[in-house]
């Protein structure tokens, strides 16, 4: 029992060490991410023992930043070159989207005066119905002949 409280201890002096030292590098620094990697730190060992996996002796994530070269020749020509492309694949297709876009005005106007010439026919053909039933009319009144009133409509 009293191995395990010094273990214990051992323990937290250590992780109190860690986040002391990562609190000077922050203040150092000003920033507060060592302090942040710590915590995690901590949270995902406390994990790991809660699930009963082994205790990493140190888990140490460092963080290196991205190394910038500068282009060669050839793959500067390279990036020009496909930038060239992507510019006259741009043109293409706003090209391409306007003449579809004119080609779509001119049916809708088709469409349109279509539809006019339809409805003035539509009103010159039910303006010749009325005309014929009034003549069918006043021959049937005149006349006499007896005729089905289904045709009159």
Do not use: W
């Not at 937290?12 to 920033?31: F, H, P, Q, R, W």
């Not at 282009?71 to 060239?84: F, G, Y």
């Not at 492309?85 to 001119?106: D, E, M, P, V, Y």
């Amino acid at each position: 029992m009293k191995m395990a409280v010094t273990t214990t201890n051992i323990c937290e002096d250590y992780e109190n060490a860690k986040i002391l030292e990562a609190a000077c590098v922050a203040m150092e620094t000003g920033s507060m991410t060592p302090i942040i990697k710590q915590e995690l730190r901590f949270i995902i060992q406390s994990r790991r023992l809660a699930e009963g996996k082994s205790e990493l002796s140190e888990l140490d994530v460092k963080f290196v930043p991205p190394v910038t070269t500068e282009l060669t020749p050839e793959e500067h020509i390279k990036k020009e070159n496909r930038r060239e492309q992507n510019r006259i694949a741009a043109r293409k297709f706003r090209k391409k989207q306007t003449a579809s876009l004119h080609k779509f005005k001119k049916r809708i106007q088709n469409l349109e005066s279509e539809n006019t010439r339809l409805s003035s026919e539509l009103t010159t053909l039910a303006r010749e119905k009325r005309s014929l039933q009034g003549k069918l009319q006043s021959h049937l009144d005149m006349c006499g002949c007896v005729i089905s009133t289904e045709l009159l409509v």
